[in-house]
């Protein structure tokens, strides 16, 4: 059973049609990356796969559930499946630290002991064990993105969503959070990545998705889609980001 | 006509100033506590309870204070429940100052970004989870010196009361002027009163805001 199931997906914003019949599977270990042009609905898309947005028509399934619109409890979702932001959205009134250990500790219930530990264990692995106590504005973009991805992995998801993680970052701190997710996907972490690294897609992905005109326009291996794009739009985005 | 020297007037004046005091205290932190209820019922997810919120906020807002008074002063004792002009007074500026610290915190709530509801939402927080751990320690935090400086309009307030016949500092200044036939002089001692209590507070409110400006940060 894929772990990620959705079947010719809707969504318009009002006169807006941003997803016009999205179809994709995704199994258990999958590193995707979503590509394609702004308004090519692509973030839509990953905000659908964790309640963030709701849509018209289609099926989502998550894990085997059905997700359906947002009157629905969607709690049990998001413990299987993390998100990080483009802008990081810590809480700035919380230390790095701090920000790993409160879902586990008020959604999840576990004791300050076990949290604790597992919030130094978080951010060790994304190099940041030393960072504990620092508040999200001692942090650097690329510091603060990394505390988000340790406080997504806190609650031991099924899978982790990024998007455009690394948008809203200086160049050079892009390499270090990269580094991270590409630790991630090397630990078997399933990833769906809103990004648009190209090098990175093809390098770390094991699924390429082209979104054009919300469909899926092309999908496969990344490496011999970006070699040999079957169709002219994949070939143009390609040629025109790089 | 009773002779009275102007100490004579500020001593009886000093009284009602206490009187002032007390009623503000006990209108601040009673609605405070009563406009964090309003706030969490006014930015609830449930639109019905979002509406009744906004219903409650605007009439405060949009009545007279005075008239509140009346309402509660005279409505109730129609209910045969005869109330004391202290406690009419108290229950009258909680209301009102709750329904205004409701929507200053409001506001503070949504001057918050999106993305801080979509985080801890992402993280399986439940709404009051999310309210109570994300939004509402960084909102209350912006929300000191506007807080602060309302505390100046709850105890100008609070000179509604002498209508009622709650005797603070206005009201004393009332009576006195009455039997002294010198208005203007015990006018002016009970402006400066005021002045005296909300000044410090002013000030008070302009501090903190600059040092929540100057550090940014918890």
Redesign the interface.
């Known amino acids: 059973m894929p772990l990620v199931d959705v079947n010719e997906l809707h969504k318009q914003f009002g006169e807006n049609e941003v997803l016009r019949g999205v179809n994709l599977t995704v199994e258990e270990g999958d590193v995707v990356a979503v590509i394609g042009r702004s308004g090519s609905g692509k973030s839509t898309f990953l905000r659908i796969l ?1 309640g ?1 947005e709701t849509f018209d028509a289609g099926h989502v399934r998550i894990d085997g559930e059905r997700i359906s619109g947002l009157e629905s409890d ?3 979702l ?2 299987k ?3 990080v ?1 483009q ?1 990081f ?5 919380l230390t790095a630290g701090e920000n790993v250990m ?2 586990p500790r ?2 999840k219930k576990e004791s300050p002991v076990e949290v604790k530990a597992l919030a130094e264990e978080m951010l060790g692995r994304v190099g940041l064990g030393d960072k504990f106590g620092a ?1 999200p ?1 001692q942090l650097s973009g690329g510091q603060q993105q990394r505390v ?1 991805i340790a ?2 992995l806190a ?1 031991r998801p099924r899978m982790l969503l990024c998007d455009e993680i690394t948008s809203a970052l200086d160049p050079e701190l892009v390499g270090e959070v990269l580094e991270v997710v590409r630790q991630l996907a090397a630990e078997g972490m399933t990833l769906i990545m809103v990004t648009h690294e190209m090098r990175f897609a093809r390098e770390v992905g094991n699924k390429l998705v082209f979104m054009h005109k919300g469909k899926v326009h092309e999908a496969g291996d990344p490496k011999s889609l970006f070699a040999n794009p079957r169709t002219p739009e994949l070939a143009s985005f390609i040629q025109s980001v790089g | 006509m009773i002779s009275f020297t102007l100490w004579d007037m500020t001593r009886h004046l000093l009284v009602g100033a206490g009187w002032t005091i007390v009623l503000s205290v006990i209108a601040f932190v009673f609605g405070g506590a009563m406009g964090l209820a309003v706030l969490c019922v006014r930015i609830s997810a449930n639109p019905r309870l979002q509406r009744f919120g906004m219903a409650y906020i605007e009439f405060f807002q949009d009545t007279p204070l005075l008239m509140q008074f009346f309402l509660i002063f005279f409505g109730l004792a129609l209910f045969g429940v005869d109330i004391s002009p202290l406690f009419a007074a108290m229950l009258g500026l909680t209301l009102f100052t709750s329904a205004y610290l409701a929507e200053i915190w409001r506001g503070c709530v949504e001057s918050l970004p999106k993305g801080q509801w979509e985080a801890s939402a992402c993280l399986a927080m439940s709404r009051w989870e999310q309210l109570r751990h994300v939004i509402l320690p960084q909102a209350l935090r912006i929300a000191v010196p506007p807080t602060v400086g309302f505390s100046v309009q709850v105890v100008k307030g609070t000179a509604v009361a002498s209508i009622i016949g709650f005797v603070e500092i206005t009201k004393t200044g009332t009576m006195i002027a009455n039997a002294t036939f010198r208005p203007l002089t015990v006018y002016a001692l009970v402006a400066l009163g005021y002045f005296l209590m909300c000044y410090p507070l002013s000030v008070a409110a302009r501090r903190v805001e600059r040092r929540l400006h100057a550090a940014g940060r918890r």
């Open positions: 964790n963030l969607l709690r049990p998001r413990r499946v993390g998100m932001f802008q959205n810590l809480f700035p009134h409160l879902a008020v959604v508040f504005d988000a406080r997504a609650m």
